[in-house]
């Protein structure tokens, strides 16, 4: 079902954008996908919620100075929900990784961190106090995948393994083997080699559309740019793109409905 309530721990559960024009993130993915927004306090600055039929779908904030002057690209983050955040530095520690911003409180939505594989790939932890994370999934302009892209798939689910209790599944796909990560028997995330030699290592995000093709065009007309694609996978039809601020995220139009 589309509508979600709570996250297992372990589970990706949010998605947030950073990026450098916050009023053209606004236009480019309010016009793709119908989301509604409303602007918010944090933590000294602002936070953007975007939201579908009045459900929670993904985050936009303003990318911080720092980055910016550091050429660091606009990018989307993957959150994991876990059920002790101050436990999870040690965790990440001790499998290797690097705790970029240790736990803090976010308002009363949750608490936080943030942190890096020993891959390179940044990603952040959540938990809940009064939001879940996305409160809908797997429709039209909704999260409906988390994958990793990293030339260091082995040691990827190694570390994963240990912080969030996955389990990895790899499948051959002829050009290159595809790696699902499950928690519980169920798959929650993926894992790939880059497409091309010398790529750093990031959390991809995925959104679920009705019609593939349709959505090309639009994202296209919108200034954004294609990446791959449009192309069928055994999941559905799914393209990859540059926003026009330069952060990079997919679609998929789903061949089933998810479990």
Same mark, same amino acid.
């Given at each position: 079902m ?11 559960? =949010?998605?947030d ?11 480019f ?8 927004f409303?602007?918010?306090? %944090? ?13 929670a779908a ?11 002057d550091?050429?660091m ?9 876990v /059920?002790d955040i101050? %436990?999870m ?5 001790a ?19 943030v ?7 940044a ?16 429709e039209?302009?909704?999260?409906t =995948?988390?994958?990793?892209?990293t ?15 996955? !389990? ?7 050009a290159?083997?595809y !790696? ?11 894992a790939?080699p880059p ?13 679920a ?8 065009? %639009? ?5 954004a740019?294609?990446? /791959?694609g ?10 990859t ?5 330069? /952060?990079a ?11």
């Amino acid at each position: 079902m589309p509508d979600r309530t709570s996250y297992a721990p372990g589970t990706p559960s =949010w998605v947030d954008l950073a990026t450098t024009d916050m009023d053209a993130a606004r236009d480019f993915y309010g016009s793709l996908f119908g989301w509604d927004f409303d602007e918010q306090p %944090a933590n000294g600055s602002f936070y953007v919620m975007a939201s579908k039929r009045g459900k929670a779908a993904a985050g936009i904030f303003p990318q911080q100075q720092e980055h910016r002057d550091s050429g660091m690209s606009p990018m989307w983050t993957t959150y994991v929900t876990v /059920a002790d955040i101050d %436990a999870m530095p040690d965790k990440v520690t001790a499998a290797g990784g690097q705790v970029v911003a240790p736990p803090f409180d976010v308002m009363d939505a949750g608490r936080m961190s943030v942190a890096m594989d020993p891959t390179g790939a940044a990603f952040a932890m959540w938990q809940k106090k009064e939001a879940i994370g996305a409160e809908l999934v797997n429709e039209h302009g909704s999260l409906t =995948w988390n994958e990793l892209v990293t030339p260091g798939v082995e040691e990827a689910k190694q570390f994963y393994g240990a912080v969030f209790g996955w !389990t990895a599944t790899d499948m051959d796909m002829g050009a290159m083997t595809y !790696t699902t990560f499950e928690l519980d028997g169920q798959g929650v995330a993926g894992a790939m080699p880059p497409p091309m030699e010398g790529m750093p290592a990031f959390w991809g995000v995925y959104f679920a559309v009705d019609d593939c093709d349709a959505t090309v065009e %639009a994202a296209k007309a919108r200034g954004a740019t294609l990446l /791959a694609g449009p192309m069928d996978i055994p999941p559905g039809r799914m393209a990859t793109f540059q926003d026009p601020q330069g /952060a990079a995220f997919s679609v998929i139009q789903l061949a089933s409905e998810p479990a």
